[in-house]
C-alpha cells in the first residue's frame, strides 16, 4: 500500500478552531484545487480558503504550494486557514454531510470529478468511522502493515492495538477536535474492533467506569493522550468529563 505524507491545517474563525489533516503523495507537489474543494466540503465553506503562514502572514495563491512543500509531513507545522464563508459545523450536521449517500451532494460529486489519490485524501478527512466497513477501509489504508501481519497471522501484537486505537481516535479528533466520546461511541468502535480481528477481546479496547474504576482500555488510552496534546497545542480547552459518560 502505498504511503501518503500529511498536511496538517487549522481551520479558524474568531475562537472557534478546528484542526484536520490532509494527505498527500510522495514526490508530489499537493494539488491546491483539490485541497480547496476538500476544505470548502469538509467545512462548508463557499469560497476558496485563504492560507496564512504561522506568524498570520496571507499567502499568495501561488506560494501556497511551495509553502507547504517545505514542510509537508512535519507533524509540528501547521498551516493556518481562514475564510469569511467559513460555518462550523456540530457533529451531528458533520456527521449527515459527510456521509457522502446523497447522489446530488457535493461530495459525490467531488467523488466522480478528482483522481483516485484525492479520493483517498477525501475518504481520510470525511470518514466519520460510523460503520464496520468505515472502520476496516480506514485500517487498510492507514495501517497496512497491521493489517497484512493479521491476515497472515491471525493475530495483533500489543503495538498493533496501539496503534489501531491511535489511529482511529485521530482520525475521529481529527474532523471535529471538540467530540466528546462517550461510552456508547467507545462500546461502538470496539465492537467494530473485534468484529474485524476476531480474536480481540473487546475490553482491551474499551472497559466502562464501573465500582469507582476508571474507564480505560486501548481507544480510552487514545483518546485522553490526544485530547492532552489537543489541549497543549491550544486546539481545544480540556473540561472535566462526568463520571456517567465514562
Same mark, same amino acid.
Given at each position: 500500500?502505498?504511503e501518503?505524507?500529511?498536511?496538517?491545517?487549522?481551520?479558524?474563525?474568531?475562537n472557534v478552531k478546528r484542526?484536520?489533516?490532509?494527505f498527500s503523495k510522495?514526490?508530489q507537489?499537493?494539488?491546491l484545487c483539490?485541497i480547496n474543494?476538500?476544505i470548502? %466540503?469538509?467545512?462548508?465553506?463557499?469560497?476558496?480558503?485563504?492560507?496564512?503562514?504561522?506568524?498570520?502572514?496571507?499567502?499568495?495563491p501561488?506560494?501556497?504550494?511551495?509553502?507547504?512543500?517545505q514542510?509537508?509531513?512535519?507533524p509540528s507545522f %501547521?498551516?493556518?486557514?481562514?475564510?469569511?464563508?467559513f460555518?462550523?459545523a456540530?457533529?451531528s450536521?458533520?456527521t449527515e454531510?459527510n456521509?457522502?449517500?446523497d447522489?446530488?451532494?457535493p461530495?459525490?460529486?467531488?467523488q466522480?470529478d478528482?483522481d483516485?489519490?484525492?479520493?483517498v485524501?477525501i475518504?481520510?478527512l470525511l470518514n466519520?468511522?460510523?460503520?464496520?466497513?468505515?472502520?476496516?477501509?480506514f485500517?487498510?489504508?492507514?495501517c497496512p502493515?497491521?493489517?497484512?501481519?493479521?491476515?497472515?497471522?491471525?493475530?495483533l501484537?500489543?503495538s498493533d492495538r496501539?496503534n489501531i486505537?491511535k489511529? %482511529?481516535?485521530?482520525q475521529?479528533?481529527?474532523?471535529n477536535?471538540?467530540?466528546m466520546?462517550q461510552r456508547?461511541?467507545?462500546?461502538k468502535?470496539?465492537?467494530?474492533?473485534?468484529?474485524?480481528?476476531s480474536?480481540?477481546a473487546?475490553d482491551t479496547? @474499551?472497559?466502562? @467506569?464501573?465500582?469507582?474504576?476508571i474507564?480505560s482500555g486501548?481507544? @480510552?488510552?487514545? @483518546?485522553t493522550n490526544?485530547r492532552?496534546?489537543?489541549?497543549?497545542?491550544?486546539?481545544?480547552?480540556?473540561?472535566?468529563r462526568k463520571?456517567?459518560?465514562k
Amino acid at each position: 500500500m502505498e504511503e501518503f505524507r500529511k498536511i496538517f491545517l487549522q481551520v479558524q474563525k474568531g475562537n472557534v478552531k478546528r484542526y484536520i489533516r490532509i494527505f498527500s503523495k510522495p514526490h508530489q507537489k499537493p494539488n491546491l484545487c483539490h485541497i480547496n474543494e476538500l476544505i470548502k %466540503i469538509a467545512f462548508d465553506m463557499d469560497q476558496a480558503p485563504t492560507y496564512m503562514t504561522e506568524s498570520g502572514v496571507e499567502l499568495e495563491p501561488d506560494d501556497v504550494v511551495d509553502y507547504i512543500t517545505q514542510f509537508i509531513g512535519n507533524p509540528s507545522f %501547521i498551516l493556518r486557514v481562514k475564510n469569511a464563508g467559513f460555518i462550523p459545523a456540530d457533529s451531528s450536521k458533520g456527521t449527515e454531510s459527510n456521509s457522502g449517500t446523497d447522489g446530488d451532494s457535493p461530495y459525490k460529486q467531488l467523488q466522480q470529478d478528482l483522481d483516485s489519490s484525492s479520493k483517498v485524501m477525501i475518504d481520510h478527512l470525511l470518514n466519520n468511522l460510523e460503520t464496520k466497513a468505515d472502520v476496516q477501509s480506514f485500517l487498510r489504508t492507514q495501517c497496512p502493515s497491521t493489517m497484512q501481519f493479521y491476515y497472515n497471522k491471525q493475530s495483533l501484537a500489543a503495538s498493533d492495538r496501539i496503534n489501531i486505537s491511535k489511529h %482511529i481516535i485521530r482520525q475521529l479528533l481529527s474532523i471535529n477536535p471538540n467530540r466528546m466520546l462517550q461510552r456508547s461511541d467507545f462500546e461502538k468502535l470496539a465492537g467494530f474492533i473485534v468484529d474485524i480481528f476476531s480474536d480481540e477481546a473487546a475490553d482491551t479496547y @474499551y472497559r466502562k @467506569y464501573s465500582n469507582g474504576k476508571i474507564a480505560s482500555g486501548k481507544l @480510552y488510552d487514545a @483518546y485522553t493522550n490526544q485530547r492532552k496534546k489537543l489541549a497543549k497545542n491550544g486546539l481545544i480547552i480540556r473540561r472535566p468529563r462526568k463520571r456517567e459518560n465514562k
